[in-house]
């Protein structure tokens, strides 16, 4: 069915505009659909996000220069801290999301949506938060009483990784890689000539994957940011561990006997707060608030024409989905926010 060339004008009947600029780092949230336990640390799961992680991230380093500073998966959700240098972070979430959920699906002989339709993308600014934003997505297994320690989460993280070094990470042979493929028996697949075509793959037999040192404290060599990282990281876990009283973590045993299609008993949590930005300093915040709504006014302003059939409307710089699907006309990049990053 082709798709209608109008959009709504109402931001309450839309999700918001996002406005993403080049030459951010960025601190990214995908969650499962309905925040089910689609990602719970299974072994198979595990070798899964870890080359499909290595195949994305390889081909966004290589192409457009990304870095990639710490992440962690959970069971139903990851965090990534990551420096987009082209603002091409929608594309890498979406083929990292298409790629993982192509490959659990047929794993588990399921379809369907797989993973929520709207990331959190924060913008993160200042030496401080960025070094702030590698701690809390370390912690996020601890904080989430899952383990008392991050080195016990058995799901992918990027705790025991070294800045620049290259990790080989075999391709699994299972899901849409296993070498039993029923279809390619079957006499209507080799009438139609499908079945030659069984086991074919355009993916690597393995990818590398590999972290970044984060673009802060240049004070300080690659061998000392990293221990400062994780000695904060033990100091984080302290306080949680303080702030729950005694309560102990549910464990990796208890984690993984969790049933993918299982969903929390307390639902999920509905128009909440969904931060885009963090800073320092009350003025940077002050700046990228007024910085926001001229955004969303602009924005406002321009779909509103769009809607009303003009095609030569350029939208405010940092437009995200109407660019990618509408393919609409973006005002460059401003100075002092290319600065500023």
């Known amino acids: 069915m082709q798709r209608s060339a109008s959009v709504v004008d109402l931001f309450g009947a839309m999700t918001m505009p996002r406005n993403l600029y080049p030459d951010t780092t960025l601190y990214v949230t995908c969650r499962a659909v309905h925040r089910s336990y689609r990602l719970v640390p299974t072994p198979v799961v595990r070798k899964v996000c870890k080359y499909c992680f290595a195949v994305v991230s390889s081909k966004y380093r290589k192409k457009f220069a990304m870095e990639f500073y710490e992440f962690e998966f959970l069971s139903t959700h990851y965090h990534i801290v990551l420096y987009d240098r082209f603002g091409k972070v929608s594309d890498f979430l979406q083929d990292l999301n298409s790629m993982i959920a192509k490959v659990l ?24 938060r960025v070094f702030k934003a590698c701690i809390y997505t370390l912690a996020n297994a ?4 899952l383990v008392h320690k991050t080195s016990r989460w058995k799901g992918l993280n990027s705790l025991k990784m070294e800045y620049g070094k290259p990790y080989p990470i075999e391709r699994p042979a299972v899901g849409l890689w296993s070498k039993q493929r029923q279809h390619a028996k079957r006499r209507s697949s080799r009438r139609s000539g499908r079945a030659r075509f069984a086991g074919r793959t355009t993916t690597p037999k393995a990818a590398i994957l590999m972290i970044d040192r984060p673009r802060i404290r240049r004070d300080l060599s690659d061998t000392q940011l990293r221990a400062q990282i994780r000695e904060s990281l033990k100091v984080r876990e302290a306080e949680i561990r303080k702030k729950r009283g005694g309560k102990k973590a549910l464990g990796m045993a208890k984690v993984v006997k969790i049933h993918w299609r299982t969903v929390p008993r307390e639902g999920e949590t509905l128009f909440d707060r969904n931060p885009t930005f963090a800073t320092e300093t009350v003025e940077e915040r002050i700046a990228m608030k007024q910085e926001r709504r001229r955004f969303l006014a602009d924005y406002r302003a321009c779909l509103k024409r769009w809607n009303k059939g003009e095609r030569d409307v350029v939208f405010p710089a940092g437009t995200v989905r109407m660019r990618l699907r509408h393919k609409v006309l973006t005002e460059p990049i401003p100075l002092d926010l290319l600065l500023a990053a």
């Open 142 to 145: 601890v904080a989430a009483g």
């Open 105 to 128: 699906n047929a794993v588990r002989g399921a379809s369907g949506k797989f993973f929520a339709d709207e990331p959190g993308i924060q913008t993160v600014r200042g030496d401080e």
